[in-house]
């Protein structure tokens, strides 16, 4: 579930359950709801997500986010983040 959005820091934070992480977005993150383009101002605090993301110079860049259906709820779980990444 989206925390927060900063178009300007192009952060996302998401939250499941009890974690919580902070990606970084580029120009090559897509971000898709149904198969279709979506724009970052469509995103909105409180829906649910699916972000694929890798690890680039000690952070998490978002490579692709998928937003689920409005009403619907994810059921993917969310990728572990590195032991490296949880020690900081």
Not at 20 to 48: C, H, P, V, W, Y
Not at 60 to 77: D, R, Y
């Amino acid at each position: 579930m989206v925390k927060k959005l900063d178009g300007t820091a192009r952060t996302i934070e998401v939250s499941w359950k009890k974690l919580s992480m902070t990606l970084f977005l580029n120009d090559q993150t897509k971000i898709t709801q149904a198969e279709s383009g979506m724009d970052l101002r469509d995103i909105e605090e409180g829906m649910n997500v699916f972000i694929e993301y890798k690890e680039e110079d000690d952070k998490m860049i978002a490579t692709a986010i998928k937003v689920a259906a409005p009403g619907a709820a994810t059921k993917e779980k969310p990728p572990k983040p590195s032991k490296e990444l949880l020690k900081r």
